[in-house]
């Protein structure tokens, strides 16, 4: 165990892990509050297109979006997110196209968490918005988002872990974070117990924490009704 | 409550029953009877690849040679898929006999396998589009864009030798294939065997061309349990059989000679290592 965290850049990776995870979960949560608002809007038109988002976003493999998003938009359509002069063109592609499809994708289930979380707010209470004369926009700031997010803090808190435990799929476009690294490693030293026990532990580290935090976060900031 | 304690007691039996099944399953195929279970690759068209029902390829073809020589019927034969991670495993655990799956010899995989052979030396060489006239060899690579399978030894090889090459990394060489015919890449880096079973497929007939100037060397054996001694002789034995009598060559040509394929004639046919 030992000689695999000195011979290989184990934390680096991890590192990497940590950073596709932070910027797609920012990225994630901003699409997804985004659609969740289309869902629950007075006009058709946005339900319609962001139950659509979901539905279809929802049910393709991320490992597909992933590679789509290189193979397809990249190479074929030529959206590149990085300089095509510079040196690291490859590697910035990839690092932020992982962040774009782990963004895109997790925002169906940041959505659908959301929405859930609208739901606990009792529907007297964007009727009485309304009547005092609030927007739309105004009630959903004002008196439900704030409700909303408190009461999703724990199907967030599992979409984030989901989403930390889904950056390794970045590894089929050669992003080099943990299972990248991992693979890296059975190559070199066969496939044992120990190699899997590492990569397995650096996980729960990770998503242990993150797992309490939420637990603790939804029981403090419920909203007593 | 008694209706609830004759039904647990039926399925308590039932689950046992099945439990029973299960380990009586496993014990007849760990025996084995007289099925001769063969790993190789069954995605790597020219060394092993599974279509339908059918296996192709060199790898097949040196099995298939090997395990008649140990005494075994072709429809004997029972083909497992040995992705490269798993090898050892399969190996160490008994699930096949010996494993033909472009393995290299290396010295840790020695330490928990042993190898019989080699019966083929390959090189890390490139594949590039085959109208492509300024990437002649490794060392013109520098500022080009550069695809192989992540983790794998040849990607490690190129960011370790040549830092001034972008790599593009995916799960698959397919992928790689893709990206090159697609022109996101410049070259695709492996095993030119592996690199010549993707150009001589019918898809890309033509279109994609080995380079040829090798810049490493694989030397591919058969796996087999770790100290079967004797095993690995009578494979050494059947290996020199079989590079003599022409059988080799011609496995050679039908399976990687259609993309005008040749192997390094400086190390093939290769001599089997005496086994340890």
Same mark, same amino acid.
């Given at each position: 165990m030992g000689d695999i965290l000195s011979k290989y850049d184990v934390l680096g990776a991890f590192g990497m892990t940590i950073y596709l995870a932070f910027f797609a979960a920012i990225g994630s949560l901003v699409l997804g509050t985004v659609v969740a608002i289309m869902r629950v809007s007075p006009v058709k038109v946005l339900q319609i297109l962001g139950a659509w988002y979901v539905n279809i976003i929802r049910n393709i493999p991320l490992t597909l979006i992933m590679v789509f998003s290189i193979l397809g938009a990249l190479y074929i359509l030529g959206i590149s997110l990085a300089d095509r002069q510079s040196p690291t063109f490859i590697v910035d592609n990839g690092v932020r196209w992982a962040i774009v499809a782990l963004s895109i994708y997790h925002a169906a289930f940041v959505c659908e968490a959301l929405r859930s979380g609208v739901n606990t707010v009792p529907l007297g209470q964007a009727e009485a918005a309304r009547s005092i004369g609030l927007t739309f926009g105004q009630s959903l700031r004002h008196v439900i988002l704030p409700q909303a997010f408190r009461g999703s803090i724990a199907p967030l808190g599992s979409t984030l872990i989901a989403l930390i435990k889904n950056t390794t799929v970045a590894a089929v476009i050669g992003v080099g974070e943990a299972a990248g690294l991992m693979s890296k490693v059975i190559e070199n030293e066969t496939g044992s117990i120990q190699v899997f026990l590492v990569f397995a532990l650096g996980f729960v580290i990770l998503t242990l924490p993150v797992g309490m935090l939420f637990t603790t976060l939804s029981r403090r900031l419920a909203v007593k009704r | 409550m008694r209706l609830f304690r004759v039904s647990a007691a039926a399925a308590l039996a039932v689950i046992a029953l099945g439990l029973a099944a299960c380990a009586d399953d496993s014990s007849d195929g760990g025996s084995g009877g007289s099925a001769f279970k063969v790993g190789i690759k069954f995605d790597q068209p020219g060394l092993g690849l599974k279509e339908g029902s059918k296996y192709t390829g060199f790898d097949v073809d040196v099995a298939k040679y090997v395990a008649k020589e140990l005494g075994h019927n072709e429809g004997d034969i029972q083909w497992v898929q040995a992705p490269s991670a798993q090898r050892e495993t399969l190996l160490q655990s008994g699930q096949v006999d010996m494993i033909a799956a472009t393995y290299s010899i290396t010295d840790e995989r020695k330490a928990k396998v042993s190898f019989a052979g080699p019966y083929f030396v390959a090189g890390q060489d490139l594949l590039v589009k085959a109208d492509e006239t300024e990437i002649t060899g490794p060392e013109a690579l520098t500022g080009k864009r550069l695809c192989s399978v992540t983790g794998s030894t040849s990607a490690q090889k190129v960011k370790d030798k040549y830092p001034g090459v972008q790599l593009q990394e995916f799960g698959t060489y397919s992928e790689c294939v893709s990206a090159l015919t697609s022109g996101g890449v410049d070259a695709l880096t492996t095993d030119n065997t592996i690199l010549a079973g993707y150009a001589a497929q019918d898809q890309y007939k033509g279109k994609l061309k080995v380079v040829g100037k090798t810049f490493s060397e694989e030397r591919y054996g058969i796996g087999i349990k770790k100290g079967d001694t004797a095993t690995c002789e009578k494979i050494n034995t059947a290996i020199q059989k079989m590079i003599d009598d022409g059988s080799w060559q011609k496995a050679v040509d039908a399976n990687? @000679?259609?993309? @005008?394929f040749k192997p390094d004639a400086a190390v093939n046919p290769p001599k089997p290592a005496p086994c340890t």
């Open positions: - | 990687l @000679g259609p993309a @005008g």
